[in-house]
């Protein structure tokens, strides 16, 4: 029987948190805007910049947005979500998207406007 570390890998690792964690061909990580959060960005600003570090995060994990999962999207004000939605249709325009799920959070900082969490396919190290 494998060990546990040998099927969970972390990714930027620190006593409070992981950037990502993969485990049997499964990638989980969350998102925010580009630190320190610009409370003066749009939604749809701070979403872009968001999306632009889950692209990195996904091809870190070895993974991409086709082969995301499920999406979990916290907003500040869910009447944000039409503005929240162009810009994720845009990212999603060249495959087939997620499941995925839209709610109003309060978040960590009153700066930020939108979080996104993500479960996806990554190669399993089981296999190689």
Known sequence: MMELE??????GASARASLAVTHEGTGYFAVTPKAPYDGELSTAEQARQLFEKAD??????G???DRM???AILLR??????????EWD?????????ARACFE???????MKVELIVICAVPDKRAG
Do not use: H, Q, Y
Not at 79 to 86: L, Q
Not at 90 to 95: F, H, L, P, R, S
């Open 6 to 11: 040998n099927l969970v890998e972390r990714f």
């Open 63 to 65: 993974s991409g947005r």
């Open 90 to 98: 845009t990212w999603m325009k060249d495959v087939a998207p997620p």
């Open 105 to 111: 959070a309060k978040l960590a900082s009153p700066a």
């Open 77 to 86: 004000d869910i009447g944000d979500v039409a503005s929240f939605n162009a």
């Open 69 to 71: 999962v499920f999406a």
């Open 56 to 61: 990195a995060r996904l091809k870190e994990i």
